[in-house]
């Protein structure tokens, strides 16, 4: 079994909150690779990063561009060829569009399967071969861990966009599970049912009181457990959401 | 309160099976447009309405086209204008594609979508602008019935392509239930889950007995039922399996 | 094959809604037995099936207690021994408690079980023979049908008593259709999602317009929609809610 | 807030396997409290724990007996009054029954409820006071951790008794959850799908290679990550299954 610097870990959705927090967490055992379409969504990440001691670099990447998501793995090949990686977190949210259903262009409601069906797929065809080649050798099996949300269970009136990419991304991610689970790949999907407390979210759910939106460390903190997980004890599918929230 | 006669119907998906059997059994009582990317999967349906003393129609139709939707509509319009819309059915299968996850194109994926996700989205923007209009005039109300499938609710290993596309439809169809249920609109999804019996699965399953495959006309009895429940009583979901399929 | 005349039905738990419009479309075909631990819930039932020519009658019976149970199928023996079991039809609601966990007694807490997991229990047990003996004789395949409720599916604050009976009632209705399905018997469960439109409901949802509550006839429509399914294409389960209802 | 020495934790339901390894893993913190019908599955694990410098008692408890529980409870009271309680674990198994349905007894139908149904009220309704009584002094949120298992949503043919009591057990956990969760006690539920490797399982599946089986070291090790999430983000349900378990 190598050592943990052998290895490396990709996030792939970066911005204030559970991409920052995963990366911050895997970071502390792991290089890290932060993919984000602007780079302004992982530049302060990977200094923070770095400022700490660990070892990051951004990649600009639009996880739906087939030619983009080639060039980001030529790019991360040529920076950790000689690593193998542990670990690949999809955390993509895509653009969100809530409206009346007569009221969507086809390509607003694209949007949801744009980020989750397609870019799931893009990213998760580039870091399958990778995972496979490290099951022998990393301690911990070797994880691909996927953000869903609410609307991954449930189709909401005027959510038919994000919803329809959220139940795509489930259905994918638990057939990679009944296929890669069995040659050790651990690929596992949380439901963040609830809102991430962000600076965008600062104005929401101010009468809730305190703890009302989920820390995203907590959801790194979860993240890495499930990377943990022995292969005897593979969790597939779990929910996260803040104490007060109704369900 | 209009007579049936002021009412017509719309089966998107026709070929052997589901479809044909929904169009004869519509057929019945309301005028019937079948749409099918080719003729040669509706002609013989519409002769044999005809025959039998109905009026049907063939578009040929790619639900997956914008296009060929607006153009669809436009026929539809020109030789149904008069006419209420009292049922739509969205039975459109798409392109099967059942491989390892890393030995699919980009394409092969999205053939899921591209049928039950895409395609769905054109057609319910279609269909349902003319079934609100039909809320105050139909003796049943207003229906939009959509086949789903086993991958509906179960993204199989080697199925990421149909169940993601399948996962994908179930969420329209939960979202739509929601929004357009209150106006009058019922929307239902029906789980298909077994072997329908036609020409082309014929030596399936010979060793299960009798009955073992689905009788497509069972599913056109189900499909009515659904469409004359009362607004007081609307089924959102119901599963369809033969006796003896495992589940 | 034989006549419908020498079939008979049986539907537990009567009152004023889906167990009395069931009774009232099943007597349209069969010989109904109607089964309530107080008469006054079936007396007028009966009268009124007898009244429009069908045949009726009413066995007082806790379908909690084994031995209620067996001088009830004892009796249903004497008055229908010659004849087959085409339906029996499982509506028992129970008492009904909702309390905060911590006020319940253990009295309370069992109620929800005491209807629908033993009560349940011993009904099947009773009925099952009978209705594989009907397999190779009866027209439509014989039918155990089970009324479910919102509480089938989500355990809500205060609700543990009626769903954890309502839980268990679905689950044994699970495996029974996985295990006398094959032998051609149909084990049904619809999920009734909604208020019933009976005299005690009668100043619930005022407000809410016409239709929001469900029609017990339109229940009974689709109980017997449920039993003529041919067994090439049964249905598990499905809900049934008021188009106004939140969900 | 108080130092952990002032909180103790409760296990129901100790044996070779999951009980065994949650009491090490909590014994590591808390003191802990054993309850198990029979001392012979509890005093070599008390050995243990006071071996390695832990502090645990054990109780002969039958849950579903109301007059065992409050003994028991005082037991504990005596034992344990001045601290506070900061997480219970129910891992009751109860007696496991896997028959046709028409050869059950009802005593044997009534065996999954009795266990998961009764024994659960009982012991719920003795440990949330107390939870709650720690919720404003406790570091991590104190918890009720349930286990589940396959059964818990799926009624498998000849599985009634257990799926019964499984389906209930889930009702009362998610319904305990949303009255609970809000005032600061976690409730969890685990859905354990897979065998455990334990002595009475060694001949088990032993062609599956290895780690086929759950470790259930790693069972208490979720456990424990349960019990120190947030409540800021709260798990109320995670599956549980060993890498080649089919599902």
């Given amino acids: 079994m190598a ?8 996030v792939a959705g970066v911005g204030a909150g559970t991409g920052r927090s995963v990366a911050l967490k895997f970071a502390q055992v792991y290089p890290v690779v932060l993919l984000a379409r602007n780079p302004s969504n992982y530049e302060a990440i990977v200094s923070e990063i770095k400022a700490s001691g660990g070892h990051a ?20 090949d040529r920076e950790f060829g000689g690593k193998r990686l542990a670990a690949a977190i999809y955390n993509v949210g895509g653009r969100f569009v809530r409206k009346p259903f007569l009221e969507l262009t086809l390509e607003e409601y694209e949007a949801g399967y744009e980020a989750n069906g397609k870019g799931f797929f893009l990213f998760a065809q580039a870091v399958l071969p990778l995972l496979l080649d490290s099951v022998k050798e990393s301690h911990h099996p070797p994880s691909l861990i996927i953000t869903g949300a609410t609307a991954s269970l449930r189709g909401s009136a005027n959510m038919s966009s994000f919803a329809s990419g959220k139940f795509a991304l489930r259905a994918t991610a638990q057939s990679l599970a009944r296929e890669f689970g069995p040659q050790g790949v651990h690929v ?22 305190p703890d009302a939106k989920i820390n995203s460390d907590a959801i790194a903190d979860s993240y890495w457990y499930l990377h943990t997980q022995p292969r005897s004890h593979f969790t597939q599918e779990l929910d996260i959401r803040p104490y007060v929230e109704k369900f």
């Fill in 3 to 10: 050592a943990a610097s052998n290895f490396f870990s990709i």
């Fill in 57 to 76: 670099i951004g990649v600009a990447t639009d996880v739906s561009s087939p030619q983009s998501v080639v060039n980001a793995f030529s790019e991360i």
């Fill in 188 to 209: 596992a999907h949380a439901i963040i049912d609830g809102v991430i407390d962000i600076p965008r979210t600062k104005e929401w759910m101010v009468d809730a009181g």
